[in-house]
T-cell receptor, first 118, second 109 residues
Framework: DTEVTQTPKHLVMGMTNKKSLKCEQHMGHRAMYWYKQKAKKPPELMFVYSYEKLSINESVPSRFSPECPNSSLLNLHLHALQPEDSALYLC?????????????????FGPGTRLTVL | GEDVEQSLFLSVREGDSSVINCTYTDSSSTYLYWYKQEPGAGLQLLTYIFSNMDMKQDQRLTVLLNKKDKHLSLRIADTQTGDSAIYFCAEIVHNDMRFGAGTRLTVKP
């Protein structure tokens, strides 16, 4: 199984809502990533988890709160988002290697959650 | 600050070679990556090169690195219609990953 799954596929939320994005992989990967990609723009790395610990936080606002409850799951909790946070949110996983999780040899990406904030 | 730069568009005929170029920002970048994104699809890590290498070949893909000019290129041999996609280069500097704007490759039959 070389699949990374993300739920939901689409999410529409108001600025006062609290919602969560979920990502799951069963490849035994110990590094997991969140990226944000706005329309017609390149991806932006948000967070990197290594062995369930947050290793990289790319100065992301606190209204985005990641969580890695176990080695297969990665969540992104959303609260008080702004319309400019509307984007495609991509999750990825990779095998840990001798370097840090930021330098993957391979990465497997999920299809993304398309988020619209009204 | 400086941006990772890529040409926005490239069009080639099927069977030709494609060369996608990238200029990165920091000579201390340790790893440089190429990602592919097909329309409506997720991202795919294609290949990467470590900064102490000049070239890396992986089947139809050849990555060339010129550290002096901070120039990275991706050559796709025998380009196929399935190679039509947006290609992003990315550098990693001091735990920060920076992507270029992406080059849209169109392959004409």
């Amino acid at each position: 199984d070389t699949e990374v799954t993300q739920t939901p596929k689409h999410l529409v939320m108001g600025m006062t809502n609290k919602k969560s994005l979920k990502c799951e992989q069963h490849m035994g990967h110990r590094a997991m990533y969140w990226y944000k990609q706005k329309a017609k723009k390149p991806p932006e790395l948000m967070f990197v988890y290594s062995y369930e610990k947050l290793s990289i936080n790319e100065s992301v606002p606190s209204r985005f709160s990641p969580e890695c409850p176990n080695s297969s799951l990665l969540n992104l909790h959303l609260h008080a988002l702004q319309p400019e946070d509307s984007a495609l949110y991509l999750c990825a996983s990779s095998q840990e290697n001798s370097r840090a999780a930021l330098y993957p040899d391979t990465q497997y990406f999920g299809p993304g959650t398309r988020l619209t904030v009204l | 600050g400086e941006d990772v730069e890529q040409s926005l568009f490239l069009s080639v005929r099927e069977g030709d070679s494609s060369v996608i170029n990238c200029t990165y920002t920091d000579s201390s970048s340790t790893y440089l990556y190429w990602y592919k994104q097909e329309p409506g699809a997720g991202l795919q890590l294609l290949t990467y090169i470590f900064s102490n290498m000049d070239m890396k070949q992986d089947q139809r893909l050849t990555v060339l690195l010129n550290k002096k000019d901070k120039h990275l290129s991706l050559r796709i041999a025998d380009t196929q219609t399935g190679d039509s996609a947006i290609y992003f280069c990315a550098e990693i500097v001091h735990n920060d990953m920076r992507f270029g704007a992406g080059t849209r490759l169109t392959v004409k039959p």
